[in-house]
């Protein structure tokens, strides 16, 4: 009797491995497919043809981030700001229109600051707005340094 508990205890132990083991090679063969297929996402493919309605701007877009995060929130247009240690003071933004596209709105932000641009990656659908004068191509290779403020009001 205690071979025959034995034995089925080896049994579910044997199973239990052989479905672990098909579970991690599975979860292997997908980050490896995951690494060489891009992310691609329909939402921010189609968020520069998305209709908006009732859209009235019209506020002093002295700072870029702050602008940009108005503009981001409010009608849920999420993009990439990339942006460099300029100082930047934007113009007033006026924009009336019952109906407006995404991208009719980022235009509309963007007109405050002449010196950037909207690139949409074809890759991912992600939408960047990024200086004129660094090519879009240059972004991703480029290295940052990030720095960023802790709950405790320190700088890393």
């Known amino acids: ?14 199973r239990r491995g052989a479905a672990l083991f098909v579970l991690l090679a599975a979860m292997e063969a997908s980050g490896r497919a995951g690494d060489a297929i891009p992310l691609h996402s329909k939402w921010d493919e189609e968020l520069l043809k998305v209709q908006l309605h009732d859209v009235h701007l019209d506020f002093d ?21 990339f942006y460099d240690d300029k100082q930047l003071s ?3 933004i006026i924009f009336d229109r019952d109906i407006a596209s995404g991208k009719e709105v980022l235009e509309a932000f963007l007109a405050a600051y002449p010196e950037y641009m909207l690139t949409q990656d074809q890759n991912t659908g992600v939408i960047w707005l990024h200086p004129k ?12 340094a990030i720095t960023f403020t802790t709950s405790t009001g320190v700088d890393e």
């Open 61 to 81: 877009a002295n700072e870029l981030v702050p602008s940009w995060q108005e503009i981001s929130t409010r009608f849920l247009l999420r993009s990439v700001l």
């Open 133 to 144: 004068s660094i090519k879009y191509k240059d972004i991703l290779s480029a290295r940052q």
């Open 1 to 14: 009797m205690r071979s025959s508990c034995l034995d089925q205890n080896w049994i579910r132990l044997c």
């Open 90 to 92: 934007g113009a007033k």
